[in-house]
């Protein structure tokens, strides 16, 4: 079956990708200015201390024997302890991990949410009123910074209006989509406006193509040939655009996440930074960039799905 | 003529609010069980006229005339009564079957769809009509070829599909948008064998739109030719080919090449058609005319019936029927 190859291949081709993410991170942290030793012991370190504490981090030893034994405990889940919170950071991506990943998937939903429906809306009314309203309005939304649209959302429909908390995460599933509405619609905005436009001019190829011609002599419902032919095809780029989206989207959580209070991985990446806290830094890079991998993974699939021409 | 199932009158197609005429009046009839060639250079107006009958034009076209589909005019019909026209009574094969086929649907779904819209069949009949189909239009191992995709197809074996599509729910007027230009020299003549025998097999009329006399010749009971949009002759192919009336046509017979006769000069018509925005007054075909006279430069000729199912808009076709047909 060439789908099932496709995947086995596709799978096979993480390992080389998941080694290289493990080597940029290894040689990131080695290249950071400061060493950890007076990271960890502040600037007045003695020379002895610092070299006591290298020797038990083991950062005296050659680099490849360094990386074998990061790599080694980073395969069986030990990415060690933060320096700042004395917490392993396995737990700590554990609890906050979730949390990015629930509001870059609400981000993910709402964009296409409004993306599809208007980029239809657009392109089979092109050229009318409702496509320049609707082209107009994402315009706008792709120009706004985040930031900006973050805390003109938090002080109407947050501080004015009272529909949603101005910030943190709540307790229980719905608290928590509650509180990250308003961050997740400033996340997604313009995402949506980016998968609108591509969107629209996909469909508006596809709708003059042949084989919708030929659809529509073959007697089909217009709805039946909007859906199978013009819809499924002009999805193909979009879905592409999308899973590659999601890094940024995710590389955007770490804004939003500060704005809205949010204790995400984006906050807790943020945090470590200042605080030079590298094996959360490490480790952190590690689970963002196994997800991104995941992501593409995912999207590869779905286009194999969408497009049997990918799968050879 | 009643027994017409397919009367074209005065099909008129304009795009831009009326800017351009693609098609220009245009009537003809198609008989049950005929193949009706319709004959011009790229941009005379034949695909229009074709997509014109099955309101497929692009949504700026505008569409007048009528186009009467066993007495009933396609053009006034209801949305859901042209549905059942298209595709169940009339078919359209294209041109291109690569881009004609969805490329990202299997085979079977394309051929189901078809059935679903205008049969009452359930699932397990529409599969075996799908493969009945298949063997139909002579593509082996039908069972496994119906779950793959148009790009595993060669170019003849596609447009099988596609001929296989299209008399899915048994239409009764086959409409061919030039169904081998695409395709080898070879495969063309597989193809053209297999629309005639379908042609007898199922009893359908088939209209054949085609800028190669040689396919016209091998293929259709009666033809017409167009050129700027307009018929400009039609006769049965023996007719015409042995007795060109207009000069336009006589010019496309010179044009063509036949084997087996002593070498002769292959006559080309010079210059190229004209835009359809900017046609000549008088008779569109006069700048490249070998016979034009002052009329033809100021007045347009009408079509004319000159016998029985024969008929030619030429003011001087005595001087073209005397120069002969130049095959």
């Not at chain 1, 590389?251 to 209070?261: C, D, K, L, N, Y």
């Not at chain 1, 959360?280 to 799905?305: C, E, H, K, N």
């Not at chain 2, 016209?216 to 700027?228: E, G, I, N, S, W």
């Not at chain 2, 005397?322 to 095959?327: D, L, Q, R, Y």
Request: proline content about 5%; hydrophobic content about 50%; glycine content about 8%.
């Amino acid at each position: 079956m060439q789908l099932a190859s496709f995947i086995a291949r596709r799978i096979l081709q993480l390992i080389p990708t998941l080694l290289f993410i493990l080597i940029v991170v290894f040689a990131l942290v080695r290249l950071l200015p400061g060493d950890p030793a007076s990271a960890m012991l502040g600037d007045r370190a003695l020379d002895a201390d610092v070299e006591r504490i290298n020797r038990e981090l083991g950062l005296d030893r050659p680099l490849p024997v360094q990386f074998a034994v990061f790599a080694r405990s980073v395969a069986t889940g030990d990415l060690g302890d933060s320096i700042t919170l004395k917490l392993p950071v396995t737990e700590l991506i554990a609890t906050r991990l979730p949390i990015t990943i629930l509001l870059t998937l609400m981000a993910a939903l709402i964009a296409v949410v409004f993306a599809v429906p208007l980029a239809f809306v657009a392109a089979t009314r092109r050229g009318r009123m409702a496509d320049s309203a609707v082209r107009g309005a994402f315009q706008v939304g792709l120009s706004m910074p985040v930031f900006y649209l973050g805390l003109i959302l938090l002080t109407v429909f947050g501080a004015r209006l009272r529909w949603f908390p101005v910030g943190g995460y709540g307790d229980g599933f719905l608290e928590h989509l509650h509180h990250l509405f308003l961050p997740a619609l400033t996340l997604a905005l313009s995402l949506s406006a980016i998968l609108m436009r591509n969107l629209r001019a996909a469909i508006i190829e596809v709708i003059d193509a042949e084989y919708v011609q030929f659809a529509r002599a073959k007697g089909l419902r217009p709805r039946l040939v909007l859906l199978r032919h013009v819809l499924r095809n002009a999805l193909i780029s979009t879905v592409a655009l999308f899973g590659l989206s999601i890094g940024t989207l995710l590389s955007g959580a770490v804004i939003t996440e500060t704005v809205f209070a949010i204790p995400g991985a984006g906050r807790l990446m943020v945090d470590s930074i200042y605080a030079r806290d590298y094996p959360v830094v490490q480790g952190l890079t590690i689970a963002l960039a196994v997800l991104v991998s995941l992501t593409f993974l995912l999207t590869d699939l779905v286009q194999a799905w969408l497009d049997p021409r990918v799968a050879r | 003529m009643t027994d017409a199932m397919l009367e074209v009158r005065n099909l008129t197609t304009t795009f831009g609010h009326g800017r351009l005429t693609a098609v220009n009046d245009v009537s003809f009839t198609v008989r049950p069980g005929e193949v009706l060639g319709l004959v011009g250079e790229s941009g005379s107006g034949k695909s229009v006229t074709l997509r014109s009958i099955m309101r497929l034009t692009p949504e700026s076209g505008a569409v007048a005339g009528q186009v009467l589909w066993r007495g009933r005019d396609v053009l006034k019909m209801t949305a859901s009564d042209l549905r059942r026209v298209r595709g169940g009574q009339i078919s359209m094969i294209f041109q291109e079957p690569m881009t004609a086929l969805n490329p990202v649907l299997p085979v079977f779904v394309q051929i189901e769809e078809n059935l679903r819209a205008h049969t009452d069949l359930d699932r397990g009949a529409r599969a075996a009509r799908a493969r009945e189909l298949m063997d139909l239009v002579g593509i082996p191992d039908a069972a496994r070829r119906l779950r793959e995709y148009p790009h595993q197809f060669s170019g003849g074996m596609r447009q099988r599909v596609m001929i296989a599509i299209g008399l899915a729910s048994n239409p009764k007027l086959l409409l061919a948008d030039e169904p081998t230009t695409a395709l080898d020299v070879t495969i063309q003549d597989q193809i053209l064998k297999l629309i005639l025998d379908l042609r007898d097999q199922l009893a359908m009329s088939v209209v054949l739109v085609t800028h190669d006399l040689g396919v016209v010749a091998a293929t259709c009971d009666r033809m017409a030719v167009m050129y700027a949009g307009r018929i400009v002759e039609t006769g049965t192919v023996a007719q015409v080919f042995a007795q060109p009336n207009h000069a336009y046509t006589r010019g496309l017979l010179g044009s063509v090449p036949h084997a087996g006769t002593e070498r002769s000069m292959l006559l080309s018509i010079e210059g190229t058609p004209p835009p359809l925005g900017a046609l000549p007054a008088g008779c569109a075909f006069h700048p490249r005319c070998d016979f034009a006279t002052a009329p033809c430069r100021t007045t347009l000729p009408v079509l004319e019936d000159i016998a029985p199912d024969r008929s030619v808009a030429c003011f001087n076709r005595a001087a073209v029927l005397a120069a002969g047909s130049p095959i």
